[in-house]
């Protein structure tokens, strides 16, 4: 299984990034994806998920109205829209395939089940 980001990069606040997740080795139609960040000396928190099939999502607090995931089953691809970006969203941004994103558990940690190895995002004031 290979999960591979891209996408990161930098960017002044206010403006945008888009972020791309590719995954192979797996049935990516059956998973929940989701996306995590980690900014240094703080540990890694869960952003937003995507149910297998697209019809439920679910976004941090700190993100709400600002990020949109989405995917692509047809491309094995899950895409993460960044606006209005702001310096406190500077972090490594991981992909991770298998998270439960449903109502009371999404984004548990522990629950991934592939991760992938994480891209840069730094938000300049």
């Known amino acids: 299984v290979q999960v591979a980001e891209s996408g990161g990069g930098l960017v002044q606040a206010g403006g945008s990034l888009r972020l791309s997740c590719t995954a192979s080795?797996?049935?990516?139609?059956?998973?929940?994806m989701g996306w995590f960040r980690q900014a240094p000396g703080k540990e890694r928190e869960g952003v937003t998920c995507i149910n297998w099939n697209g019809d439920t999502t679910y976004y941090a607090d700190s993100v709400k109205g600002r990020f949109t995931i989405s995917r692509d089953n047809a491309k094995n691809t899950v895409f993460l829209q960044m606006n209005s970006l702001k310096p406190e969203d500077t972090a490594m941004y991981y992909c991770?395939?298998?998270?439960?994103?449903?109502?009371?558990?999404?984004?548990?940690?522990?629950?991934?089940?592939?991760w992938g190895q994480g891209t840069q995002v730094t938000v300049s004031s």
């Open positions: 080795g797996l049935a990516f139609a059956t998973y929940n």
């Open positions: 991770a395939a298998g998270p439960p994103c449903y109502g009371g558990r999404f984004l548990v940690r522990s629950e991934v089940s592939h």
